[in-house]
């Protein structure tokens, strides 16, 4: 088995690294498990320092049904020895993102993150894959698994990429199944006799949609083949019931698990259930023994009930009661009474209190309405309205029974997103002695368990609502887990000493919007004043997170811990744009000379420049364009800038000149275009003007064989854009980068004041002598000169009639 499941492995890990294949070869030698499936491994990926979600490592596995033991293995490396070793945060979760609080952990009051069921391990990136990090979980959920992993935060150097080494983190997986085959069906309704062949033997029940509770009886346990060593050895050491994954026995704590004798039985009750899941029992015992087993159910129909009819039945008793002034239960008993003949036994108010602290003996069923799903086409931009004649979200109450509504939560689809319940109670014709509380209970996977006078068991979420001061509520959830999810609502209504009354004549309502969005605030501002809200594409995850600025973290932006001051950080946008205005004595000077496609082209860098770090700098609020456009511009044009200066520099025949810029235009926007980061893309131009100014030199000076020294400025320009450079390449961080790139904007405009050429006494071109015969016949001559052209006319005797 293993030699198979490693000759299947290999084919996967085929394409990885060096440094991760060759430690998943030998990871997956060591590792023994009884069961094995086709390992799912994950080529690296690259890690980087947490500053916003963007920045986290995501992968995606399935476990398949019937696992033992999920093992995921975790390689953390970095490409050269002499980098920093950094912690490593790696975080699982079944079903969605995880939520990962690092630097982001201030939440809305209305956001819920009390449980996050996420599992956090660290590492340590290596050089070498020395050591790796085993995360063993027994009895997973199957389905998608997810799992985050990111860096510490540390102030990293801004480094153009191709100069110098820069370190290059990554982290690679691989996670290996332990499954369980053939476990044995235990039918629902049928008695069996089941026989153990394991000292850990499983069972699966399926527990289909509308079951409201089910009992499993274990009975009538005898030993097959008897251990004579102990006599008092029990029939069942330990077994338990688990839904949807496998349960274990923990043998370091056997007594919290249920025992049985040859003369005992018990009854396992799961008054609410998954639906539509498998449950699991688990029997441990030392010898082979049989037993008997029954499963029962009580079921609930699923009834899309018209809202309609509900409303049609509130209508006939508010007339009714009017008349009449009957109690509202009363007026009720008739129709829940007729809905009973077609159907199980409905909820009971005033029996669900009696019997509900224990909740094993509480059948009763209530009436639930599925929500419809309508999917808009923008992502994340999902609405579940009740279905009527025209789609609506309002429900009418009454305080005799509760309603449920149900929605579903697709896996991949909506679990980027952030689930959104916003409900609004609207009160009509309540008597002013009289007052409504209406309490919501929300939970996934499982119909919610009630308490006493509105309250909610468990771990289900609240919500409330009172006539009295709190008409509205909202709840969000980010990165909601895949499943249905149920809401139980029920309307209470109390007198002025605050004891519970049944409500008088009075339509009570709510509208219950609930729909899936992409960040946790408004449509408008998702992420408020201080942050977007940035759509993450991997492969086929999709998911919305808060990209913030200015300091803010939080999931909406609001944690203000690590916020800067207003002024600070304004004066920083500021610096950064104010300091090109360096650039204007350059501009004043190309205009003075007459070099006025070099002045152009400065005030083109300027103009970019600011309006690209204003745009950077407060997060998108000052973009006259897109990001990208303005960044395309201002490094085109701070590269076109150094390139007209060369060949300025140069002096070349004004014949030349065009041709020149024009090469230098399709050369740095091939470059530009190409990886605007990339140092190849600033040094190709770079080089290639450098070879203009230095061949016309070497030119000349073979030409006039006199070595003409360069003049003092241009050395000084040289060591103005020498030190930008410096700065620029190797002292610029993330957290000076403020400063210290405004003054490379300063010291690369004052190298330009230097290295400008002075202005021409007489210009390069060709020079044109016109002569006029005294004949009448004139005679063109042409010679190259750098003198201005000579105009001559002659008589016949050879005097100069006119020069100019």
């Given at each position: 088995m293993i030699s198979t499941c490693f000759s299947m492995f290999l084919e996967i890990q085929y394409s990885m690294s060096r440094h991760f294949s060759v430690f998943l070869n030998v990871l997956f030698?060591?590792?023994?498990?009884?069961?094995?499936?086709?390992?799912?491994?994950?080529?690296?990926?690259?890690?980087?320092?947490?500053?916003?979600?963007?920045d986290v490592a995501m992968f995606h596995y399935t476990v398949p049904k019937n696992v033992f033991r999920a093992t995921w293995h975790f390689a953390a490396f970095m490409d050269d020895p002499t980098c920093q070793p950094r912690k490593v945060y790696i975080h699982l979760k079944v079903g969605s993102y995880p939520i990962i609080t690092t630097n982001n952990g201030i939440f809305l009051s209305s956001v819920y993150n009390k449980h996050d069921d996420s599992i956090i391990?660290?590492?340590?990136?290596?050089?070498?894959?020395?050591?790796?990090?085993?995360?063993?979980?027994?009895?997973?959920?199957?389905?998608?698994?997810?799992?985050?992993?990111?860096?510490?935060?540390?102030?990293?150097?801004?480094?153009?990429?191709?100069?110098?080494h820069k370190c290059r983190y990554s982290i690679g997986t691989v996670a290996l199944w332990s499954q369980i085959d053939n476990i044995e069906n235990i039918c629902i309704g049928c008695q069996m006799t089941l026989q153990t062949s394991t000292t850990t033997t499983y069972y699966k029940i399926y527990i289909p949609s509308g079951v409201w509770s089910f009992r499993l009886s274990v009975w009538n346990c005898n030993f097959l083949l008897h251990n004579l060593q102990d006599v008092h050895e029990l029939?069942?050491?330990?077994?338990?019931l688990k839904g949807r994954a496998l349960p274990i026995f923990n043998h370091l704590y056997p007594m919290k698990s249920k025992y049985l004798t040859t003369n005992a039985s018990y009854t396992f009750t799961e008054s609410s259930p998954y639906e539509d899941s498998y449950y699991y029992l688990l029997v441990v015992s030392k010898s082979v023994i049989e037993?008997?087993?029954?499963?029962?159910?009580?079921?609930?129909?699923?009834?899309?009930?018209?809202?309609?009819?509900?409303?049609?039945?509130?209508?006939?008793?508010?007339?009714?009661?009017?008349?009449?002034?009957?109690?509202?239960?009363?007026?009720?008993?008739?129709?829940?009474?007729?809905?009973?003949?077609?159907?199980?036994?409905?909820?009971?108010?005033?029996?669900?209190?009696?019997?509900?602290?224990?909740?094993?003996?509480?059948?009763?069923?209530?009436?639930?309405?599925?929500?419809?799903r309508v999917k808009h086409m923008e992502t994340f931009s999902t609405v579940y309205l009740l279905q009527r004649k025209e789609l609506n979200s309002q429900l009418i109450l009454t305080d005799s029974v509760p309603i449920m509504t149900q929605f579903d939560i697709l896996p991949i689809i909506d679990i980027g997103g952030t689930l959104d319940i916003d409900v609004h109670l609207e009160v009509e014709k309540l008597p002013s002695a009289q007052s409504v509380l209406v309490t919501m209970c929300i939970q996934r996977g499982r119909i919610p368990k009630l308490g006493k006078l509105h309250s909610c068991q468990n771990e289900t979420l609240s919500m409330n609502l009172s006539s009295l001061n709190k008409h509205d509520t909202n709840l969000l959830i980010v990165y909601p887990q895949p499943d249905t999810w149920y809401i139980i609502i029920y309307a209470t209504c109390y007198n002025r000493n605050g004891k519970p009354v049944h409500c008088q004549y009075g339509k009570v309502s709510i509208l219950m919007n609930i729909r899936i969005k992409k960040c946790v605030l408004s449509d408008q501002s998702p992420c408020g004043n201080h942050g977007v809200c940035q759509e993450i594409q991997k492969n086929i995850l999709h998911y919305a997170t808060c990209n913030c600025f200015k300091g803010y973290t939080g999931w909406d932006c609001t944690d203000i811990s690590n916020t800067i001051t207003a002024i600070s950080s304004f004066m920083s946008a500021m610096l950064l744009i104010l300091s090109n205005?360096?650039?204007?004595?350059?501009?004043?000077?190309?205009?003075?000379?007459k070099l006025y496609a070099e002045g152009l082209v400065y005030l083109a860098t300027m103009l970019f420049s600011s309006l690209y770090h204003a745009c950077d700098q407060n997060g998108g609020q000052f973009c006259i364009a897109k990001y990208e456009v303005l960044q395309y511009n201002?490094?085109?044009?701070?590269?076109?800038?150094?390139?007209?200066?060369?060949?300025?520099?140069?002096?070349?025949?004004?014949?030349?000149?065009?041709?020149c810029h024009m090469t230098g235009v399709f050369v740095i926007t091939f470059g530009v275009q190409v990886d605007r980061m990339c140092l190849i893309s600033i040094l190709a131009p770079l080089s290639m003007g450098i070879v203009i100014p230095i061949f016309t030199y070497i030119y000349r000076i073979v030409?006039?064989?006199?070595?003409?020294?360069?003049?003092?400025?241009?050395?000084?320009?040289?060591?103005?854009?020498?030190?930008?450079?410096?700065?620029?390449?190797?002292?610029?961080?993330e957290e000076n980068y403020q400063y210290v790139h405004s003054v490379w904007h300063i010291v690369m405009a004052m190298s330009l004041i230097f290295l400008l050429p002075p202005a021409r006494s007489k210009q390069t071109t060709s020079s044109r002598n016109i002569f006029v015969t005294n004949d009448g016949e004139s005679s063109w001559s042409y010679k190259e000169s750098y003198e201005i052209p000579t105009f001559t006319i002659t008589d016949q005797e050879n005097q100069t009639i006119l020069s100019s």
């Amino acid at each position: 088995m293993i030699s198979t499941c490693f000759s299947m492995f290999l084919e996967i890990q085929y394409s990885m690294s060096r440094h991760f294949s060759v430690f998943l070869n030998v990871l997956f030698i060591l590792f023994q498990m009884n069961h094995c499936t086709i390992p799912q491994a994950s080529q690296e990926d690259l890690l980087h320092s947490f500053k916003s979600y963007s920045d986290v490592a995501m992968f995606h596995y399935t476990v398949p049904k019937n696992v033992f033991r999920a093992t995921w293995h975790f390689a953390a490396f970095m490409d050269d020895p002499t980098c920093q070793p950094r912690k490593v945060y790696i975080h699982l979760k079944v079903g969605s993102y995880p939520i990962i609080t690092t630097n982001n952990g201030i939440f809305l009051s209305s956001v819920y993150n009390k449980h996050d069921d996420s599992i956090i391990v660290t590492t340590t990136t290596t050089y070498q894959s020395k050591n790796a990090t085993i995360v063993p979980i027994y009895g997973p959920q199957s389905g998608d698994w997810f799992v985050a992993a990111y860096m510490s935060y540390w102030d990293e150097r801004v480094q153009q990429q191709g100069l110098g080494h820069k370190c290059r983190y990554s982290i690679g997986t691989v996670a290996l199944w332990s499954q369980i085959d053939n476990i044995e069906n235990i039918c629902i309704g049928c008695q069996m006799t089941l026989q153990t062949s394991t000292t850990t033997t499983y069972y699966k029940i399926y527990i289909p949609s509308g079951v409201w509770s089910f009992r499993l009886s274990v009975w009538n346990c005898n030993f097959l083949l008897h251990n004579l060593q102990d006599v008092h050895e029990l029939c069942i050491e330990a077994m338990s019931l688990k839904g949807r994954a496998l349960p274990i026995f923990n043998h370091l704590y056997p007594m919290k698990s249920k025992y049985l004798t040859t003369n005992a039985s018990y009854t396992f009750t799961e008054s609410s259930p998954y639906e539509d899941s498998y449950y699991y029992l688990l029997v441990v015992s030392k010898s082979v023994i049989e037993f008997s087993v029954k499963v029962d159910i009580l079921g609930c129909p699923i009834r899309l009930t018209d809202i309609s009819s509900t409303r049609k039945y509130i209508d006939t008793f508010l007339s009714f009661n009017s008349v009449t002034e009957s109690n509202t239960k009363d007026v009720l008993k008739y129709e829940w009474s007729y809905e009973e003949n077609n159907a199980s036994r409905f909820y009971n108010r005033s029996k669900f209190y009696q019997k509900n602290e224990e909740y094993e003996t509480d059948n009763e069923c209530i009436q639930r309405y599925q929500l419809v799903r309508v999917k808009h086409m923008e992502t994340f931009s999902t609405v579940y309205l009740l279905q009527r004649k025209e789609l609506n979200s309002q429900l009418i109450l009454t305080d005799s029974v509760p309603i449920m509504t149900q929605f579903d939560i697709l896996p991949i689809i909506d679990i980027g997103g952030t689930l959104d319940i916003d409900v609004h109670l609207e009160v009509e014709k309540l008597p002013s002695a009289q007052s409504v509380l209406v309490t919501m209970c929300i939970q996934r996977g499982r119909i919610p368990k009630l308490g006493k006078l509105h309250s909610c068991q468990n771990e289900t979420l609240s919500m409330n609502l009172s006539s009295l001061n709190k008409h509205d509520t909202n709840l969000l959830i980010v990165y909601p887990q895949p499943d249905t999810w149920y809401i139980i609502i029920y309307a209470t209504c109390y007198n002025r000493n605050g004891k519970p009354v049944h409500c008088q004549y009075g339509k009570v309502s709510i509208l219950m919007n609930i729909r899936i969005k992409k960040c946790v605030l408004s449509d408008q501002s998702p992420c408020g004043n201080h942050g977007v809200c940035q759509e993450i594409q991997k492969n086929i995850l999709h998911y919305a997170t808060c990209n913030c600025f200015k300091g803010y973290t939080g999931w909406d932006c609001t944690d203000i811990s690590n916020t800067i001051t207003a002024i600070s950080s304004f004066m920083s946008a500021m610096l950064l744009i104010l300091s090109n205005a360096f650039f204007i004595p350059a501009i004043c000077i190309a205009i003075k000379r007459k070099l006025y496609a070099e002045g152009l082209v400065y005030l083109a860098t300027m103009l970019f420049s600011s309006l690209y770090h204003a745009c950077d700098q407060n997060g998108g609020q000052f973009c006259i364009a897109k990001y990208e456009v303005l960044q395309y511009n201002d490094f085109f044009s701070s590269i076109l800038a150094f390139w007209v200066t060369l060949v300025a520099m140069a002096e070349l025949p004004i014949d030349f000149v065009p041709l020149c810029h024009m090469t230098g235009v399709f050369v740095i926007t091939f470059g530009v275009q190409v990886d605007r980061m990339c140092l190849i893309s600033i040094l190709a131009p770079l080089s290639m003007g450098i070879v203009i100014p230095i061949f016309t030199y070497i030119y000349r000076i073979v030409k006039s064989k006199k070595c003409k020294k360069p003049s003092r400025k241009i050395l000084l320009g040289l060591l103005f854009a020498i030190a930008g450079l410096l700065l620029y390449s190797f002292i610029e961080t993330e957290e000076n980068y403020q400063y210290v790139h405004s003054v490379w904007h300063i010291v690369m405009a004052m190298s330009l004041i230097f290295l400008l050429p002075p202005a021409r006494s007489k210009q390069t071109t060709s020079s044109r002598n016109i002569f006029v015969t005294n004949d009448g016949e004139s005679s063109w001559s042409y010679k190259e000169s750098y003198e201005i052209p000579t105009f001559t006319i002659t008589d016949q005797e050879n005097q100069t009639i006119l020069s100019s």
